[in-house]
């Protein structure tokens, strides 16, 4: 019986290398698939092999455990046979995520804001309750202090007869501070009742200036519309350039009412200071005198320089030398001029039958030509 037993190694298979591979002869039943490896994807296309890893005939490569690349060698051998090389307790990822995956996402997110809506809309029942509450409670509390304003006056009142009754103050005068107090009252009702008349008065006048005012903004639309399209467009223009520059207005007006009231402030702060009035006057003299340093300064910029200074004063003693000459020789010729008149008029002096005829028109003539001669010298003069 024992020598018909055939031994061990024959049923082995061999390995790459010759050797016989432990544990192979062994029957198919003692091997223990792996926990995991044989799972199929969820989303596997249909009409493809049914052997994971393929589509379509092509090897594919899938993540996980399927791509493991796990040697024979290194499988633990153990009495029962071949065991799988244990996987994590997680497992793989979901390997395709299909229409299933996101109909699930999207109705755990519609579920969440379910919830959180509805927690809101209670919050908001419970916040509207305590608003109701809060305001009955208001309007109580309104009531109640004006009952107790009430009872505090009646209070007082009291408070104020004990006093007169502890100090026996005699009824006339109590009647009498009441007729005081009477006629006070009187006339402030009648100061108050004054006051609302003229507060009507007053509402009544401006409703009628807001009624004329829309009257007139009636009548310049009016106007406006009857404009032609380009007047009316440079009429828009022009009033949203006004409405513009009364903003700006507007701006730079609160700018100068800040800039007076800084000014009074530093004006009263200068005033109660020896030490800065004097600073003031200080910085007054150096101001007068930096402009004067400028005034002085652009005159010297204006000044050429010496050579050039030298030309122009030559040039303008040359033309008043040539000016002077030309007076000397009008001044000889006046001076002959005048001789000559001279020695007519001592020949017609001597003459008296011509000079009572002649000599008013030749003294007159004298005259003139002796005005035009001074009229002549003062022009000279003056140029």
Same mark, same amino acid.
């Given at each position: 019986?024992? *020598?018909?037993?055939?031994? *061990?190694?024959?049923?082995?298979?061999?390995?790459?290398?010759?050797?016989? #591979?432990?544990?192979?002869?062994?029957?198919?039943?003692?091997?223990?698939?792996?926990?995991?490896?044989?799972?199929?994807?969820?989303?596997?296309?249909?009409?493809?092999?049914?052997?994971?890893?393929?589509?379509?005939?092509?090897?594919?490569?899938?993540?996980?455990?399927?791509?493991?690349?796990?040697?024979?060698?290194?499988?633990?051998?153990? @009495?029962?046979?071949?065991?799988?090389?244990?996987?994590?307790?997680?497992?793989?990822? &979901?390997?395709?995520?299909?229409? *299933?995956?996101?109909?699930?996402?999207?109705?755990?997110?519609?579920?969440?804001?379910?919830?959180?809506?509805?927690?809101?809309?209670?919050?908001?029942?419970?916040?509207?309750?305590?608003?109701?509450?809060?305001?009955?409670?208001?309007?109580? +509390? %309104?009531? $109640? +202090?004006?009952?107790?304003?009430?009872?505090?006056?009646?209070?007082?009142?009291?408070?104020?007869?004990?006093?007169?009754?502890?100090?026996?103050?005699?009824? %006339?005068?109590?009647?009498?501070?009441?007729?005081?107090?009477?006629?006070?009252?009187? *006339?402030?009702?009648?100061?108050?009742?004054?006051?609302?008349?003229?507060?009507?008065?007053?509402?009544? +006048?401006?409703?009628?200036?807001?009624?004329?005012?829309?009257?007139?903004?009636? #009548?310049?639309?009016?106007? #406006?519309? +009857?404009?032609?399209?380009?007047?009316?467009?440079?009429?828009?223009?022009?009033?949203?350039?006004?409405?513009?520059?009364?903003?700006?207005?507007? #701006?730079?007006?609160?700018?100068?009412?800040? /800039?007076?009231?800084?000014?009074?402030?530093?004006?009263?702060?200068?005033?109660?200071? @020896?030490?800065?009035?004097?600073?003031?006057? $200080?910085?007054?003299?150096?101001?007068?005198?930096?402009?004067?340093?400028?005034?002085?300064?652009?005159?010297?910029?204006? /000044?050429?320089?010496?050579?050039?200074?030298?030309?122009?004063?030559?040039?303008?003693?040359?033309?008043?030398?040539? %000016?002077?000459?030309?007076?000397? &020789?009008? =001044?000889?010729?006046?001076?002959? &001029?005048?001789?000559?008149?001279?020695?007519?008029?001592?020949?017609?002096?001597?003459?008296?039958?011509?000079?009572?005829?002649?000599?008013?028109? =030749? /003294?007159?003539?004298?005259?003139?030509?002796?005005?035009?001669?001074?009229?002549?010298?003062?022009?000279?003069?003056?140029?």
């Amino acid at each position: 019986m024992a *020598s018909q037993r055939p031994p *061990s190694s024959m049923g082995r298979p061999m390995s790459r290398s010759g050797s016989v #591979v432990p544990g192979a002869g062994r029957p198919p039943t003692a091997i223990q698939p792996p926990p995991t490896a044989m799972r199929v994807a969820t989303g596997m296309v249909p009409g493809t092999s049914a052997h994971p890893g393929l589509r379509g005939g092509i090897p594919v490569a899938t993540p996980g455990v399927l791509t493991a690349q796990i040697k024979v060698t290194d499988r633990p051998v153990t @009495q029962q046979g071949l065991s799988g090389m244990k996987t994590g307790m997680k497992g793989p990822q &979901r390997q395709i995520l299909d229409k *299933s995956y996101y109909l699930g996402l999207l109705r755990s997110k519609i579920n969440e804001l379910t919830t959180e809506t509805s927690k809101l809309h209670k919050e908001i029942e419970s916040y509207n309750q305590e608003n109701s509450v809060y305001l009955s409670y208001e309007k109580r +509390a %309104e009531g $109640l +202090a004006a009952e107790i304003k009430d009872m505090q006056g009646q209070l007082a009142d009291y408070n104020m007869l004990v006093d007169k009754l502890n100090t026996n103050t005699e009824m %006339e005068e109590m009647i009498n501070d009441y007729n005081i107090l009477k006629a006070e009252n009187d *006339s402030e009702a009648e100061s108050i009742d004054n006051i609302f008349t003229e507060r009507r008065e007053r509402e009544e +006048a401006i409703g009628a200036i807001e009624e004329e005012i829309r009257r007139e903004r009636r #009548v310049a639309d009016e106007v #406006v519309q +009857a404009m032609p399209a380009a007047k009316q467009e440079k009429y828009f223009t022009m009033t949203t350039t006004n409405e513009e520059l009364l903003q700006e207005l507007t #701006v730079l007006q609160e700018e100068l009412d800040v /800039l007076i009231t800084r000014k009074e402030d530093y004006e009263a702060e200068l005033s109660h200071s @020896q030490i800065k009035q004097e600073v003031v006057r $200080l910085h007054e003299t150096l101001s007068a005198l930096e402009a004067k340093r400028d005034t002085m300064e652009a005159e010297q910029k204006s /000044l050429g320089s010496p050579q050039e200074e030298r030309e122009k004063l030559f040039k303008q003693v040359k033309e008043d030398n040539q %000016e002077i000459a030309s007076m000397e &020789r009008q =001044l000889t010729e006046i001076r002959d &001029r005048t001789r000559q008149i001279t020695e007519e008029i001592r020949h017609l002096e001597q003459d008296s039958e011509a000079a009572q005829v002649g000599f008013p028109s =030749l /003294l007159k003539r004298s005259h003139s030509f002796i005005s035009n001669l001074k009229l002549t010298v003062c022009s000279h003069r003056t140029r």
